[in-house]
């Protein structure tokens, strides 16, 4: 038997309800924040996730997936979105007499080579906007707030887990400082941590092995390293979440794990679990990739997380199953089916020549409110009798009324 690749799923079900509700939901709100659909490719230049995403992150080091095509091109599966979404902002020369912020969104595929378990896929779904061209901290209040709200609708009550990561001036002065300070414990940090103090010594600050060590608790922290500007700026952030209602909680250790981030970084938390999305800015993104300067700020959530943690409380119910036996019956279903259909009513019938009890069973189990049982006798009269499946109460309904009927009922 052939199986899925490891790390992959099939999307069936609940889940698959789930699925479409979470993508009706943030294809509203993208809507009302004024966000526009953009798709990019599957898969992109390996240049562009290393540069983009960072050589020194674990992503770029272990996780995409490369692959050389049959003209000799080195291509990656996208391991998030960003970069894409940059790529096409710098290709399409969108900066050029920018005089708004260009805002994108995107609903799709990813790949990363990951260790599979609970939340963890090596093919898994996003959705994440990009807002390009302004640094004004009320857009990075915008992209938490949107992130924030669609969660929220979906029933999770979230967190925002915030900090700010400075400048790349600012870092470098504090990487010094942490790296002093980290190399005097070396020897007591987890074998990724003993790696990542040369190549990017500030992801062992959210390393979730050492995260209760004493080392990391008492470790330098980044606020005292910043900028007034950055300050300033990151605090008039807060103050903006503060009248947009947002629950945030400043998080010192937040580092995140894509090296392109500045200033402001965020996740999206429930209690305990993994991050459910992050974001932050990403002011030299643009120019790394051989635009201009262009100030960005955008996040992405995993919708497979979404799902483990939503309620399992979506309705598959339909509204009416026809039932029919002889080829006349069978023939005004194929009618009546139409029009419910017209009216926006759920609706399905017998499409395996089944006996009246098991067209009964099956209407059970597709969980329909109302039965409409098709008869030559009644249609001989111009009748069709209705049946209410909850109450087992039955009803003989003019032809012609059938469909105000039915719309009265459910
Ligand atoms: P990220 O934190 O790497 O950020 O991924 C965002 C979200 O994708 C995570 O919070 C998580 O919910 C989900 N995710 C990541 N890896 C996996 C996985 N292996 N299996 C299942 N879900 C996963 C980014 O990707 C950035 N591009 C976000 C961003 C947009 N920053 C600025 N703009």
Do not use: W
Not at 26 to 33: L, R
Not at 161 to 185: F, W
Not at 191 to 203: A, F, S
Request: hydrophobic share 35%.
């Amino acid at each position: 038997m052939i199986t899925k690749p490891k790390g992959c799923y099939d999307l069936t079900g609940v889940d698959a309800k789930k699925y479409q509700k979470i993508v009706d939901i943030v294809n509203a709100y993208a809507k009302i924040y004024n966000y526009k659909y953009i798709r990019t490719p599957l898969f992109e230049s390996t240049e562009l996730f290393k540069r983009g995403v960072g050589d020194s992150s674990d992503i770029v080091q272990k996780e995409t997936y490369d692959f050389i095509d049959r003209g000799g091109r080195n291509y990656t599966l996208r391991p998030e979105g960003t970069a894409g979404v940059v790529r096409n902002f710098i290709e399409d020369k969108l900066y050029g007499n920018q005089t708004s912020v260009v805002k994108k969104y995107y609903i799709g595929s990813m790949y990363r080579y990951e260790r599979p378990g609970l939340g963890r896929n090596r093919e898994f779904t996003q959705f994440g906007v990009e807002a390009m061209g302004s640094d004004d901290p009320l857009l990075d209040a915008e992209v938490i707030s949107l992130s924030y709200n669609i969660l929220k609708e979906l029933g999770l009550d979230v967190t925002v887990k915030i900090n700010n990561l400075g400048s790349p001036k600012d870092r470098e002065n504090y990487k010094k400082v942490l790296v002093e300070y980290l190399d005097k414990h070396i020897n007591n940090l987890c074998e990724d941590c003993q790696k990542r103090i040369k190549i990017n010594p500030l992801r062992i600050l959210d390393c979730k092995v050492d995260s209760d060590s004493d080392i990391l608790k008492n470790a330098p922290i980044i606020s005292d390293y910043l900028d007034k500007l950055s300050t300033e700026r990151f605090n008039q952030i807060l103050n903006y979440l503060d009248y947009l209602d947002v629950d945030y909680e400043i998080d010192n250790n937040l580092v995140r794990g894509l090296d392109y981030y500045d200033y402001m970084v965020y996740e999206l938390k429930l209690s305990s679990s993994l991050a459910l999305g992050g974001g932050g800015r990403y002011n030299h993104l643009v120019s790394t990739l051989g635009g201009p300067e262009v100030p960005c700020v955008g996040f992405a959530c995993g919708i497979e997380r979404i799902i483990n943690v939503m309620e399992d409380n979506i309705n598959e119910d339909i509204d009416v199953y026809i039932m029919h036996i002889n080829d006349e019956e069978k023939y005004k279903a194929n009618i009546l089916l139409q029009d419910l259909r017209l009216n926006n009513i759920i609706c399905d019938t017998n499409f395996m020549n089944k006996s009246l009890k098991s067209q009964f069973k099956e209407a059970d189990n597709m969980k329909a409110k109302i039965l409409i049982i098709l008869n030559s006798d009644d249609l001989s009269k111009g009748l069709i009798t209705v049946k209410d499946n909850i109450t087992k109460e039955e009803v003989k309904v003019p032809e012609d009324e059938i469909i105000d009927y039915i719309l009265g009922v459910i």
